[in-house]
């Protein structure tokens, strides 16, 4: 499985962006998708994860009402939708892959990973 994270840059505050992450490889569906962040020094910190149906999705306490993740499946493809941006949403941004069927927050669960895109709030 390979993943391949874009859409990242920079925007000011308050402004909006959104991620894709797009799959290649085994079947989509039998992913849990999730978007993590991490700055310099930092653990990777989860952002939200969704179901792969769609029918749940969990956010991070720091996200929750500003962020929406969503994924099609039939082009394999996983979005985070980043609305009213913080600087301290500065991050790079990773999309991983978690077979366990378990959906969480933790990321040793997922096993395939992004190459990661940056996304630069400005104050």
């Known amino acids: 499985v390979q993943l391949q994270a874009s859409g990242g840059g920079l925007v000011q505050a308050g402004g909006s962006l959104t991620l894709s992450c797009a799959a290649s490889g085994r079947i989509f569906m039998s992913y849990i998708m999730g978007w993590f962040r991490q700055t310099p020094g930092k653990e990777r910190e989860f952002v939200a994860a969704i179901a792969r149906t769609a029918t749940y999705k969990y956010y991070g306490d720091s996200v929750q009402g500003r962020f929406t993740i969503s994924r099609d499946n039939a082009k394999k493809t996983v979005y985070l939708q980043m609305e009213h941006l913080k600087p301290e949403d500065t991050a790079v941004y990773y999309c991983?892959?978690?077979?366990?069927?378990?959906?969480?927050?933790?990321?040793?669960?997922?096993?395939?990973w992004g190459q990661g895109t940056q996304v630069t709030v400005s104050s």
């Open positions: 991983g892959a978690d077979l366990t069927g378990h959906i969480t927050a933790e990321p040793r669960a997922y096993t395939y």
